[in-house]
Each structure stands twice: as C-alpha cells, then as structure tokens.
C-alpha cells in the first residue's frame, strides 16, 4: 500500500505561482507513471499533468507553458510548479501514482485563484 500526501495548495491571486508537493511513501522510482489531476466544483476530474516511464512528461492544454511537473525519485516526492495562475485553475488537485498495477491517489489540496 502506498500513501500520497500533498501539500502547497492556497489562495493565490491571478497570475501568481504555487508549487505542490506530494510525498510517497512507497518508492515512486517504481512507478509507470507519476502525476496531478485536478477537479474543479461541478466538473469531473481531468489530468493536469504526468510523468511517464516511457513517453515523458504530458500536460493538459491549458497548462501547457505554465506548468511544470517533476519528480525527485530520491525524496519520494513528485512536485508541480504552477505559474501564471488563472481564475480556472480553481480546483482541488490530487496526486497520482501507478505503482505495481494500482492506482493511487492521494487526499487533495485546494488551490483557489479568485476572478
């Protein structure tokens, strides 16, 4: 069982940056695919951003040249640098993680960016 806890979320006012943070801890050196979905009220979960074994890193479009996902297999730990942030990134984003044919997710943070 592994367990994903995130961290940075906030209120940040329109084209400030946040940086998330989730912590495994189980070793995501492992994993096929590292990753941040996020879901904004009244709509379904969609990816946001992911790090794959095999193909690199992928993003949604609407993040595209405004978000950066990494990973630092050594601390366990997958980071999304978010900057420019825009009323519509409002949502609650949630870590992904799969790790020997699981799907892991982790409790969520908040990020809110007022209009």
């Known amino acids: 069982q592994v367990q994903l806890v995130e961290s940075g979320g906030g209120l940040v006012q329109p084209g400030g940056s946040l940086r998330l943070s989730c912590v495994a801890s189980?070793?995501?050196?492992?994993?096929?695919?590292v990753g941040w979905y996020r879901q904004a009220p009244g709509k379904q979960r969609e990816l946001v951003a992911l790090i794959q074994s095999v193909g690199g890193a992928k993003y949604v479009d609407a993040v595209k040249g405004r978000f950066t996902i990494s990973r630092d297999n050594a601390k366990d730990t997958v980071y999304l640098q978010m900057n420019s942030l825009k009323p519509e990134d409002t949502a609650v984003y949630y870590c992904?993680?799969?790790?020997?044919?699981?799907?892991?997710w982790g409790q969520g943070t908040q990020v809110t960016v007022p209009s």
């Open positions: 189980g070793r995501i050196v492992r994993a096929n695919a």
């Open positions: 992904y993680a799969d790790l020997d044919a699981h799907n892991y």
